[in-house]
């Protein structure tokens, strides 16, 4: 492997060959902002926030594409880069809504962070603003265009990493925007759901469908009887959000948290994912024992099976017909469960949290 040597800032630092200046920075322990840039996944040199000065070059250049080369000398905050950075920034937010206040990101928010970090206190350039619909159509992803800043990161997770491509640019010039061909909504085309793309917006223009409402309506309502069941992944996942160290896991708290929020009973999904377990072991048995479709794979997720059903239609008879453990448990709680406790099966008001978008669409 070529290595070059690299000055960043004045510091040198040996970088593999072909490998760009945000890469060396960083090696070297040197912070560039950027926004569109996605590691191992979005490298296109589009917002210009990575702005650097590059000596020789003639204009300053975005590190996140710049590739090195030997004895390559680089100024990443000089007063002409800093200037050069506010400015794309200012830009961006003279055509983004300002309304952080109620923003589903802020706090959370890239551009907002950065705004922040570069001491920007007023929007300079002022002048139209772009006004698309908001798409709430999907039972689990809402986009705002409006706050999309074309950083394409959401395209090429969706396309690389997720191998399903259904996001692109459309329109031309200010009308430009991210969305599906023909606008289609999400549940209706080869989207799997899976949420990626949100993980990957930087902003607020891509978000998860709340249903939190709907819920706290029903644990006021007298006359419900609410249930609620939380996935394996998400007593792991909370902890983190409450500074609990990363991979304990908070079982007990979460329970008692749910009910304190007033759920008549809180279940576990791992029962039901006991029953699935049983279901499609049954399932696997009689496929060896009468030559059914082998070999069987699990229906357990439904991003999966939407992608399935999208992707490889003719790969369809492998899944297993089983429920999936969400699933699962909305049936036995409303029958089995049910007749146990003795109460009406439509007065259960059964609620799930869930790791995945996807699962909303089931
Ligand atoms: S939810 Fe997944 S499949 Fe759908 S657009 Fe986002 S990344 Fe692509
Ligand atoms: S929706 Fe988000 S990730 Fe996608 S291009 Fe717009 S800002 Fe970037
Ligand atoms: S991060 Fe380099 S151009 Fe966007």
Redesign the pocket.
Known sequence: MEMVNVIIDGKSVEVEKGSTVLLAAQKAGVHIPTLCYLKDVNAIGACRVCLVEVKGAKALQPACVYPVSDGLEVHTNTPKVREARKAVVELLLSNHPADCLTCVRSGNCELQTMAQQMGIREIRFEGEKSTFPIDDRSVA?VRDPNKCILCRR?VA??QKV?G?S??GLVNRGFNSTVGTAFNHP?DDIN????????NACPVGALSEKDDTAKVWAALADENKHCIVQFSPAVRIAISEEFGIPMGEISTGKTVAALRRLGFDKVFDTNWSADLTIMEEGNELLQRIQNGGVLPQITSCSPGWIKYCEHHYPDQLDHLSSAKSPQQMFGAIAKTYYAEKAGIDPATIFSCSVMPC?AKKYE
């Open positions: 992803i959401c997770t969706c997720q399903v259904i996001l999400l989207c799997a759901l899976c949420g990626q793309c949100i978008t």
